[in-house]
């Protein structure tokens, strides 16, 4: 056996210690890596939805701005229900196939598949149009257009003649 302080402190050579100016630094950069890591992040937030939009009466003169130009919606009506179709702008709005019936009451051109303009009221401060010089087959077509519609876009209103009374006042 060997003679050595087996008791005793040990040498000062021999001593080592975590307390040295690169053991701090590596240890705090561990603390603010970890700290980066795990601290919360900001919630996140949510898109703003699109304003509410309140059931109205429309006169056709009154839904003619709504034909998707100066940034306004799109809305168009069948048999008297006006329907929000501004998802739809392609179609419905400036440039589109149907941007005839943007704005307008599209119940004849849409029963009669027809695009054309004949196909609208020409006189917006007269009676609505009561489809009723339409045949079996245009109102069955009509039908299906209108349930697309309600299955699809948002209804907006009803059109009323002008001087109804729940049309409004201008």
Do not use: H
């Amino acid at each position: 056996m060997s003679t050595d302080n087996i008791d005793g402190p040990p040498a000062p050579a021999q001593v080592a210690t975590i307390a040295t100016p690169i053991n701090f630094i590596l240890i705090s950069l561990l603390i603010l890596l970890a700290y980066l890591r795990l601290r919360p992040s900001a919630p996140p937030t949510l898109p703003k939805g699109p304003p509410p939009v309140v059931f109205k009466y429309f006169t056709p003169p009154a839904l003619k701005p709504y034909n998707g130009e100066n940034d306004m919606p799109v809305y168009l009506a069948v048999r008297g229900q006006v329907f929000d179709v501004t998802l739809g702008r392609n179609f419905y709005g400036p440039g589109g196939p149907y941007e005839n019936f943007a704005g307008r009451d599209a119940s004849r051109g849409l029963a009669c598949g027809s695009f054309d303009e004949d196909m609208l009221t020409k006189n917006l401060e007269g009676p609505l149009d009561d489809l009723k010089d339409l045949g079996p087959d245009e109102l069955e077509a009509l039908r299906g257009w209108e349930e697309r519609f309600n299955e699809k876009y948002l209804i907006v209103g009803k059109l009323v003649p002008v001087g109804d009374p729940e049309a409004p006042k201008t």
